[in-house]
């Protein structure tokens, strides 16, 4: 029998997690939420939603249980540990994880899940805050089909479009080598960025060549105009979390005994710039370290 949607519990507030669950809210799904650190679900009070004060009153409340969360070690937590929102009756609601947690990580919490009776789907997000503002975040759902179906109405509340990736995991597949991708365009951009002006050509030069010419991507317009400003404060996405994505990505190469050298340098060069002091900033301002 297929779950219901009438009631949905959101875990976990943060840059992504507050305007995500804004919009469930907006698009009239009962929504309970709750976060690690309190007063952040006040906001969202105001529009509709009720705060829960565990992860486990939370679900208890819910049909379904959304969690996005800074990683897999959060989210095993936030799920089994204390008051843990899989520590209850879940038999019948359906867990669906936004977070990025690698697969192997959304493999081992669906056995969990399903031997306590529940479903499971993961559902990384692609994008930044400004995206998940505006509901224009691309999901990438894996897990049972009929399940990621039933889910699309959720889905199309936070993101312009819903890719089926296939079985469970494979979301967090997709999303790991997505943003392996991504590591290479932000080292590339950086370090030729630094050359250019190196060579004489001037700051809006180079930047407007990558923004506009042949290469461009949403991500290098999104930042065009910090870039410019050397606005690397306030950040939508820290560099700490970009060497997290890439050690994901290592991870995978290792599991499937495919190293892949260019990518490897670029964690490096990600690792570099965190180790002097540029983790907690926007992940543009890796440029500092050349």
């Excluded at 996005?68 to 843990?84: C, H, I, R």
């Excluded at 290098?220 to 050397?230: D, F, I, N, Q």
Aim: glycine fraction near 12%.
């Amino acid at each position: 029998m297929a779950f219901p949607l009438s009631r949905i519990a959101f875990l976990g507030l943060g840059t992504m997690g507050e305007p995500m669950a804004r919009n469930l809210v907006q698009a009239g799904f009962p929504l309970h939420v709750w976060n690690r650190s309190p007063g952040r679900g006040e906001a969202l009070v105001a529009v509709g939603a009720k705060v829960a004060a565990t992860p486990r009153l939370a679900a208890a409340e819910a049909d379904v249980i959304v969690t996005m969360l800074t990683g897999a070690d959060a989210v095993d937590q936030v799920l089994f540990g204390a008051e843990g929102a899989a520590t209850g009756d879940v038999a019948g609601k359906c867990f669906v994880d936004c977070s990025t947690s690698g697969p192997r990580s959304a493999r081992s919490v669906s056995e969990r899940l399903v031997a306590a009776g529940a479903r499971y789907v993961d559902a990384p997000v692609s994008g930044t805050r400004g995206p998940a503002e505006r509901g224009e975040l691309v999901v990438l759902a894996g897990g049972d089909a009929s399940d990621v179906e039933r889910l699309l109405p959720l889905f199309q509340a936070i993101g312009k479009r819903v890719v089926q990736t296939g079985p469970v995991g494979s979301g967090h597949t997709l999303k790991v080598i997505l943003n392996g991708l991504g590591a290479q365009h932000l080292v590339a951009f950086a370090s030729l960025l630094r050359l250019g002006e190196r060579a004489g050509l001037s700051r809006e030069v180079v930047v407007e060549a990558f923004t506009e010419g042949a290469f461009a991507t949403p991500a290098y317009r999104g930042k065009r105009e910090r870039v410019l400003a050397h606005q690397y404060e306030g950040a939508d996405f820290v560099l700490d979390l970009v060497l997290r994505d890439a050690d994901l990505c290592v991870e995978l190469q290792d599991e499937l005994g495919m190293p892949l050298p260019v990518h490897r340098a670029a964690r490096s060069e990600i690792e570099r710039a965190v180790a002097a002091g540029l983790g907690a900033l926007d992940l543009f301002a890796i440029e500092r370290a050349y």
